[in-house]
């Protein structure tokens, strides 16, 4: 998988593409994710990308031919499942819509910043708009990170576990049970018997109960 992301703050997203999985992912050749500047495509000595709306109010907002430009160039050297918006008016980011994205070929997703990029930007080029949660960001970065590591992290063969993907909260619309390690007693707090009895399929039916337990008691809304 191929992911390119448009932002003008570009060193917001290295740092987090340069550790951990992602990292490991992308050395391993499973995702390469490359980071554009928008800056880059100005179409004007300053290397200004933004200007004040139309209209008036309050807030500058990021004008089209930067976008344009740097989209087209991309889209010369391959072809796009999707093209990404990531804006907190788009689609909720939901499990079920990250495992989907998990399976395409290319994406591209551009961050909005100020107030946002120009509406054509959106009419013209821009496939899906997501949203990472109601809540307003300083801009898409953040939520291109999320959206991003979500997606890397299912790919075949990014995790060690392969099974790990699959057990997380949400992949069956149930949260995770809870999970305990050494030491078996801290300061007279144990780890519950069963998980030390070795009966798999003992401990396998506590997992789900607890699990279902969970569920009920923080997001009942799933259950339904
Ligand atoms: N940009 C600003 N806020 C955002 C959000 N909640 N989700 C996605 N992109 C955003």
Known sequence: ????????????????????????????????????????????????????????????VLQIEPIAGCIRKLQQER?????????????????????????????MMICGHYKGV????????????????????????LAAAVLSDAIIRLLPGVLNDETSALTDSFQDDLLAPPVYTRPADFEGHKVPEILMSGHEAKIESWRHEQSVKRTRERRPDLLQ
């Not at 072809?79 to 290319?106: A, C, F, H, W």
Request: some cysteine; hydrophobic content about 40%.
């Open 1 to 60: 998988m191929r992911i390119d992301i448009l932002s003008c703050v570009p060193s917001l997203l290295d740092s987090f593409f340069a550790h951990s999985i992602l990292k490991r992912a992308q050395q391993a050749g499973f995702a390469e994710v490359v980071v554009h500047d928008i800056r880059d495509y100005s179409t004007n000595k300053h290397r200004t990308i933004d200007d004040y709306a139309f209209g008036g109010g309050a807030g500058m």
């Open 79 to 107: 072809s796009y499942d999707e093209i990404i918006y990531l804006t907190p008016d788009g689609e909720l980011m939901q499990q079920g819509m990250v495992n989907r994205l998990s399976l395409k070929g290319n994406l």
């Open 118 to 141: 120009d509406q054509r930007v959106r009419d013209l080029f821009v496939t899906m708009e997501i949203s990472i949660g109601d809540y307003v960001l300083s801009g898409g970065e």
